[in-house]
């Protein structure tokens, strides 16, 4: 087989790992010099491939990708680009062709979420379509850990462990302060229609009492009695109550209860924070005195607190990446398949693109509890094991020291493209 560059880029929300997917794709292309050749990145997601704004990693030591592993955000930038049909918008699918074409462009990794996995299924469908043979494999990544058939998402452990560490560490300050201050706190999570995170939120909470003591699902519509009902009763029982809320739950007609009228680049309904919604709601009905915070960037930022069984993850699906393009396959996405929970034990599996794309995975109804406020032993079996570990990034002066790649930009060989 003739020797092939290969196209790595990153896109949607960035991750505490994502550039250890990153480490794995290039270090593990690195070990084949005469199948694989260069490994070009792109610059803002799939949007460095229509712009032909490559980056030449060869530049790149094998010290700095190896540091890769504990740097958070993209190395290489993202974005939320997604690739419209192909009868529709022609001009984009050849214009990445001959972008391919121009820079010997045999593989195509891409590294995201549910609608990155879609952007990944068209470009392995330009093959047929365009008589272009390019072999296109999805790296999934996702703190919303929605993607399907794989057993979690890389992303998904870390902020798991953030989340559960900052709302203990938030209840032993209310707790603190529930005599003559604050009553109910309520802390805002990422997921616009899955639970995961915060049902993450309630491993902290391991005997009676301990917080979080209420966790809001967006599977389970809100109701806004039932809610004030427990708020009251837990703050008569223990003094105060604290709550986790995914930013996506809605009410029982669909609507999101945040929602603020605007859409993102996906076309997704942009929320505008629930946590204050409720708060006020609480104190309206309840009259308690109350505080709120949104974890937002920080959940998905935090590499200082990452799970050290994310970060193996994530390199070692980066890596498999590049071991199944090699064997030939294209259109497909490693995955993760657990094998046993105690011990844990998990080991690499693949799924094909048709049955991951625009697919999303909710909370299982076993996961949540029968009142619909807090997880289940049986989630917290399949959570428990995906925070493990503790992966220090280096500390300079106090502070995580991160590694900042040089980004050479590669010559470029077209005109210009309009998008």
Known sequence: M???????????????VINASAAGVIETARQHPTRIGTVYAGRNGILGALDEDLIDTRHESAADIAAL????????????????????????????IEVFKAHDIGYFFYNGGGDSADTCLKVAQLSAALGYPI????????????????DCCPGFGSVAKYVATSIREAGYDVASMAKTSTKVFILEVMGRHAGWITAACGLASEAEGEPPHLLLFPEIPFEPKPFLDQVDACVQRHGYCVVAVSEGIRQADGRFIAESGLTDAFG?????????????????????????????YLQRAARHLASAVDVEQAWALGAR??????????????????????????????????????????????????????????????LAPL???????????????????????VPRQLPPFSH
Not at 393 to 401: E, Q
Request: proline share 6%; with cysteine.
């Open 387 to 409: 925070i493990q570990g503790e992966a220090w990034p280096p500390f300079v002066n106090g502070l995580p020291h991160y590694v900042r790649l040089q980004n050479r930009a």
């Open 2 to 16: 003739r020797c092939k560059n290969a196209f790595y880029a990153q896109s949607g929300g960035v991750t505490a």
């Open 135 to 150: 072999q296109a494999i999805h790296i999934p990544k996702t703190v919303d850990n929605d993607l399907p058939i794989t």
């Open 268 to 296: 997704h309904a942009q929320l505008g924070g629930v946590a204050p919604v409720l708060a006020n709601l609480v104190k309206s009905a309840l009259g308690y005195k109350y505080h709120w915070a949104v974890a937002d």
């Open 69 to 96: 592993r504990h740097t958070p955000g993209g190395a290489f930038g993202s974005c939320r680009y997604k690739l419209q049909d192909l009868q529709q918008h022609r001009a984009e699918y050849q214009r990445l």
């Open 321 to 382: 990446a590049v071991e199944l393009a090699l064997a030939g396959h294209g259109g497909v996405m490693p995955t993760i398949v657990r094998l046993s929970d105690v011990p844990y034990q998990w080991t690499l599996g693949m799924a094909a693109l048709e049955d991951v794309a625009n697919v999303e995975k909710f909370m299982p109804k076993e996961f949540i509890s029968a009142e619909g406020f807090h997880i289940t032993d049986a989630c917290r079996r399949y």
